[in-house]
Every structure is written in C-alpha cells, then in structure tokens.
C-alpha cells in the first residue's frame, strides 16, 4: 500500500505540471490500481483506460471531461452499495465497462450511472446487471446512449426502477440498447427533441417505454414484446411513431400503444401482434394512423371518448378478434381505405376497393364492453346472430362509423 501511495503522489505532481500525454491505466496488479485512483489524477479531456478485472468499487465521481474506457470487459462492482458512477460534467464517455449490483431503496433512485447537468455525454457499450435504474439521467441535453444492454430483477413496481430514465432533459438519442426485466425499459418525462431507435425492451413489469409531457420526439425501429403494457405515451405532442413492433402485450388491462392526451402525432408502418389492445387511444387528437398492421391481437383499436380529427386510412386488420371498439360520436374522424380480413363484401369493377362498405364495430364488441364477461360466448352461434342483426340496422354502433372505400387485399406476408 505504501508504494501504491508513492506513485499516486508522482502521478499528481505530474498532473499538475505538464498534464497528461497518454491514457491513465487502471489495473488490479498496476500501478494505479482502482478508478477511484484514477479520476482523482485525470485532468479535463483525459482517457482512462480500465484493464481487465474486478472492480469493488461505487460512489465514484465523475466531475470533470474525461474518457473512461473499458478493455477486455471490466466489471465494476458496486456491491448493492448504491450508485456506481455519477457523472456532474459536460463531455463525458463511459463505454466497455460491465456494472453490477446497484444498490437498491425504497427512497433513493440509485443508478449504475446517474448524470446530472451533464451535456454532450456518450454512454456507449456498456453492460448493466442487477441494475435498480440503469442509466438515470436529468437537466442535461445534446447526450448519446448507444449499444448498451440493461437488466434487473425487478419483482414489483415498488421495489424496481428503469432502465433508461430521462427527466428535463432535451436532444437525447437513445438508440440500439437491450433492456429487459425493469420497471420501465425507458422512461422519458419533460423531454425534448429527442429519438429512441433500434432498442429492443422486453419482458419488463410496466411498460416497454413510457414518456410524459414530453415534445418533438420520435421512436423508430423498436420492438416492444412481452412487457406489461408495451408503450404509454401521455400529455405530448408532435410525436413520430413509425416502424415499431408491438407484440405479446398481454393481460386484462395491456396493450400494445397506450395514447393519452396526445396531439398532432403520427402512427406510421408500425406492427401490432397478438396484444390484447393494439392501440388504445384516449383524448387524442389530429393523429394519422396509417400503414399500420393489426395480426391476431384481441381488440386491433380502442377508441375513447374526445378523439377529433383522427385519420386511419391504409392500415391492415387481420384475424383479430375485434377490430374496432369505439365510445361516443364519431365527429370527424375517417376510417377509409383500409383492409379488413372480415370483410366479406365484393369488387365487381376489380380496382381493388370493395364495392360495399365496411362496418368496422361489431355488436359484440359494444356487449362486451360493457359487460367483460360476455366474452365466454364469443364463438357462440348467438353471437354471430347478434352481429349481423346489428350491421344490417345499426342500434347500438355508430351508424356512420364506415370503411367506404376497404380494400380487397392485405400485405403480403
């Protein structure tokens, strides 16, 4: 220990003089032995490099510009101590590192890497364990959070945090990461301007991704499969939906896409399979659907009450087992121009647009809404009954809520 000491005292007295020309080398059997070491002798712009080995270490600070890079895969440690890194700096890397046992509280958010007014960082490759919350990150802007893969054990909401969790926080991208077993995969409130691509969240207890009051956002290319509910997004606007999955969503209150108080948004080219809703939407306003694909779920659409000035046109229902549930008026949404795999009417003139139109809500659905347990006569001949009496006079439906213009064939598979 003692020549440990030396050689830290050399390593500062050169800090301070001529700064550093070439990386800071953590290694168990170095000179520098722990990053605790090592972020106490980096200067602004340093890299430090961490070398293979098991690092015991949490609470560490990162309080100034620097590189930490993992070589060979280190794993640090934190014990179930409480957070391992927190980063309170601009311009901050951290990749290749493997962080384990994040401590766990009933009051504190600790986190593998917490960042707190931290612009401009890069989290990048990194592998987070046993994590509570896995990258916690607020008041900071302009941030990359790329190719990491986060997991937990999380049991129950009360005692499990998120994978990836934003707060006032604006030009984030978050893009190729792996999370699975959280509270949340990730979670976005107050966020701005920001993307969330490529991820893949599974298998968590709540949502897949959940954001809140959160503007001019995109998510693109993601997978949402077996999660509580996949995707809740509540009380934004201008937000970009487009070529998503959503799949295995299920339980009695689950869906694939949760709208809450949204405005001025797009749903685009997106999958929807075997959830129990696809979409649930309500108070959502000027919202395109179109392209989207709705295989095998229970209810495709949930529509509730105040929803104006909606379009769905070109989407693709197949083999669900309802379509369309929908509560109040019509008002000016338009529902042309899509395919129905029920729809059994026929295009004389051959242009690919059946001659008679389509009557998306059924009856049935209309009951079971309103009395759940219902649903036990669904294959009943009764019902089949019901339904036709229904599409032939309109009592209970909207009789104006029509496809005018559905087509005669669907994607390919």
Known sequence: MRGVGS??????????????????EVSPSG????????????????????????????????????????????????????TILSVSA?????????????????????????????????????????????????????????????SGEALEEADAGNGVHLWRCSGISIRDNVLQGLRDGIYLEFVD????????????????LHFMFSDHNDYTNNTFKNNGAGVAVMFSKFIEMRNNRFSHNWGASSYGLLLKEIYDAEVI????????????ADGSTRINYLGNRFLRNGWAVKISGACYTNAFHNNSFEHNTFDLSYH??????????????????????????????????????????????????????????INFSEKVSPVFTPDNLLDNTPLMKGPVS
């Open 7 to 24: 050689h830290l005292a050399v390593w500062l007295l050169l800090a301070c003089t001529v700064g550093w020309a070439e990386p800071i």
């Open 31 to 82: 000179s520098i032995p722990t990053i605790e070491a090592a972020l106490t002798l980096a200067q602004d712009g340093d890299t430090i490099l961490i070398h293979p080995g098991v690092y015991r270490e949490n609470g560490l600070k990162i309080e100034r510009p620097v590189t930490l890079r993992g070589v060979g895969d280190p794993v640090v440690d934190g014990e179930f101590k409480g």
């Open 90 to 150: 601009p311009d901050v890397t951290i990749e290749g590192l493997t962080l384990i046992n994040v401590g766990r509280s009933y009051t504190s958010e600790f986190a593998a890497i917490y960042l707190s007014h931290s612009d401009r960082f890069t989290i990048r490759n990194n592998i987070l364990e046993k994590a509570y919350f896995g990258l916690h990150v607020e008041r900071s802007k302009s941030g990359l959070i790329e190719g990491n893969h986060i």
């Open 193 to 208: 301007d920001s993307e969330v691509s490529a991820n893949t969240s599974s298998d968590n207890l709540r949502y897949g």
């Open 269 to 280: 080219d997106n999958e929807f399979e075997q959830n129990s809703t696809g979409i649930q």
């Open 328 to 385: 109040g008026q019509l008002h000016d949404n338009s529902f042309d121009g899509n395919y129905w795999s029920d729809y059994t009417g026929y295009d004389l003139d051959r242009d690919g647009v059946g001659d008679v139109p389509y009557r998306p809500v059924k009856l049935f659905s209309y009951i079971v809404n309103r009395t759940p347990e219902t649903i036990i006569l669904l294959r009943s001949l009764f019902v089949d009954l």
